[in-house]
Structure formats: C-alpha cells, structure tokens
C-alpha cells in the first residue's frame, strides 16, 4: 500500500514538472511581474487596500457576492464592457474622454467654486456670455449632448 501511494505522489510530481516546464515563459513572466510588484512595494500596498476593504466578517462578503443585486451587477458590469470598447475605438468619443479626463481637476475646481459662490444669471450676463467663445462653445456641445442623450434614452424601450 504505501508504495502505490509513493508512486501517486511521483506521478503528480512528474505531471506537475510537464506542465511548469511546457509553460516556463508564461511562468517567468509572471515570477517578473510578482518580483517587481515586490521590489517596488505594490504588492504589498495591495494587500493593505484589500484589508482596508474586504470585510472581515467572511460570512457577510459571501452573502454579498452572492447576492441577487451583486450578480445582476456583474451581469451588466459585462454588457457594457464591449460598448465602452466601441466607443473608445472611435476617435472623436475618446478624445472627448481624454479631454475631460486630463482636465478633471479644473473642471471639477470651477464646479465646486461655483456652487460655492453662486452669481446672479441675469439676462445682461447671459449676453456677456453669449460673447465668450469658450462659453458658447460649451454651451453649444452641452446643448447638443442633450438633444442626443434625449433621443439615445428614447430608443431605450423601444
């Protein structure tokens, strides 16, 4: 009996040997990713993140990745997906997102000013803006992302 069990265990050993020396680039590209995640200290920055958000309570997280709402989630995360790609592949569409993306900053710093100190729209400054061509601009594209928003919402249901 303990033989079989000893032959068992080179048999897997062998398969295992197979099966690393068969993938040894895929392997050594990984052993690469994992040293410089090490050596440079992200591995373990997320392994603090994930203590950070992972709750302790184990039985909590498995009720909640599988939940109904988790799962249905997923399922939609992976719908859109391939949309995202469509319209990053054109263009224009990315380089709007680039655009709002690498001036986040300055956009988001005149959206707080300007909910912070708001002005009086009177009908002398909106023709003040009117003359502003960034204003205008702006106001333009907003203007026909929402006709577009409008008609795309439309043919939600349809």
């Known amino acids: 009996m303990p033989d ?13 040997l ?8 895929q392997l050594s590209g990984l052993i ?3 040293k410089g995640a090490l050596e440079t200290g992200t591995l373990e920055h ?5 203590g950070k958000f992972i709750p302790s309570n184990l039985e909590y997280l498995s009720k909640l990745v599988s939940s109904y709402n988790m799962k249905t989630g997923l399922y ?12 990053l592949s054109d263009e224009g569409t990315s380089d709007i997102i680039k655009a709002l993306a690498y001036d986040a900053e300055n956009i988001s710093e005149a959206m707080i000013e ?11 400054k909106l023709l003040a803006l009117g003359r502003d061509p960034e204003f205008t601009a702006g106001a333009t ?6 006709t577009e928003l ?3 919402i439309g043919r939600i249901r349809e």
């Not at 197979?18 to 680039?25: A, K, T, V």
């Not at 300007?114 to 002398?124: A, F, H, Y």
């Open 76 to 87: 939609k995360t992976i719908n859109i997906i391939p949309a995202i790609f469509a319209a």
């Open 150 to 152: 409008g008609r795309a």
């Open 4 to 16: 079989e069990t000893k032959s068992t265990g080179n048999d897997a050993m062998e398969e295992l």
């Open 114 to 124: 300007g909910s912070r100190n708001p002005q009086k729209l009177t009908l002398m």
């Open 32 to 34: 690469e990713v994992f």
């Open 46 to 50: 997320m392994i603090d993140l994930i």
């Open 141 to 146: 594209a907003l203007i026909n992302m929402i």
């Open 18 to 25: 197979i099966m690393l020396m068969q993938n040894r680039d």
